[in-house]
């Protein structure tokens, strides 16, 4: 069964953290699908040449399908792991972190350099801030022009979420409803319309 919403990372971003002379940068993004994780990573990795590692860690999937972690020559399970556990802890998908680490010369053992992975992504995520999507599925209101105007401001005003606005022989509006919304939506629809709108059903998005 498909996953009602999720929490996701509010915007791209960093934050550093100094750990015994060490250098941690956790950079946060929100990633569609795996391929966009990947690219976050060879980026990050591109812009830090010289660092010491470059580990990461994502999910990707409402029901976290998706999930990867490296180590990049820590330790293993030291860095990628605690990683990947801070995302799932927070209930994060559709998210990749790469952190940074300039080595500074103290060796942190491995409980600190879990703590340290760890802990560097879990303040990311509070500086950064998170969003839940939620589920909805798509339905196609069909109207003509006349009806048009006034069906999107009732539409609007009820608290509903206009999609997409399509223009031909008629006015088709795209709008997003909880699963459970819909027997009202439509009843409310008829009602609002005096039966002249037409409701196509079509798929999923996950959106605020």
Same mark, same amino acid.
């Given at each position: 069964?498909?996953?009602?919403?999720?929490?996701?990372? =509010?915007?791209?971003?960093?934050?550093?953290?100094?750990?015994?002379?060490?250098?941690?940068?956790?950079?946060?993004?929100?990633?569609?699908?795996?391929?966009?994780?990947?690219?976050?990573?060879?980026?990050?990795?591109?812009?830090?040449?010289?660092?010491?590692?470059?580990?990461?860690?994502?999910?990707?999937?409402?029901?976290?399908?998706?999930?990867?972690?490296?180590?990049?020559?820590?330790?293993?399970?030291?860095?990628?792991?605690?990683?990947?556990?801070?995302?799932?802890?927070?209930?994060?998908?559709?998210?990749?972190?790469?952190?940074?680490? $300039?080595?500074?010369?103290?060796?942190?053992?491995?409980?600190?350099?879990?703590?340290?992975?760890?802990?560097?992504?879990?303040?990311?995520?509070?500086?950064?801030?998170?969003?839940?999507?939620?589920? $909805?599925?798509?339905?196609?209101?069909?109207?003509?022009?006349?009806? =048009?105007?006034?069906?999107?401001?009732?539409?609007?005003?009820?608290?509903?979420?206009?999609?997409?606005?399509? $223009?031909?022989?008629?006015?088709?509006?795209?709008?997003?409803?909880?699963?459970?919304?819909?027997?009202?939506?439509?009843?409310?629809?008829?009602?609002?319309? =005096?039966?002249?709108?037409?409701?196509?059903?079509?798929?999923?998005?996950?959106?605020?």
């Amino acid at each position: 069964m498909k996953a009602d919403q999720y929490v996701t990372v =509010a915007r791209e971003g960093m934050h550093e953290s100094e750990i015994n002379r060490s250098r941690f940068l956790c950079s946060l993004a929100p990633a569609a699908t795996e391929q966009e994780a990947q690219d976050f990573v060879a980026r990050i990795r591109k812009e830090h040449p010289t660092a010491s590692h470059n580990c990461f860690a994502y999910v990707v999937g409402a029901d976290a399908s998706v999930q990867k972690a490296s180590d990049d020559g820590e330790p293993g399970g030291t860095a990628g792991v605690p990683m990947l556990q801070m995302l799932m802890r927070r209930d994060i998908r559709y998210a990749v972190a790469v952190v940074t680490r $300039y080595y500074g010369g103290v060796k942190l053992g491995a409980g600190g350099l879990i703590r340290a992975y760890g802990g560097v992504v879990g303040e990311a995520l509070d500086e950064l801030g998170t969003v839940t999507r939620r589920r $909805y599925r798509l339905a196609t209101v069909t109207i003509d022009h006349q009806r =048009a105007g006034k069906t999107q401001n009732d539409l609007r005003s009820t608290g509903r979420t206009v999609v997409d606005l399509r $223009y031909g022989a008629e006015v088709e509006i795209e709008v997003a409803l909880p699963e459970a919304d819909l027997p009202a939506f439509e009843a409310w629809l008829a009602d609002t319309t =005096a039966g002249s709108a037409g409701l196509t059903l079509g798929g999923e998005t996950y959106a605020p």
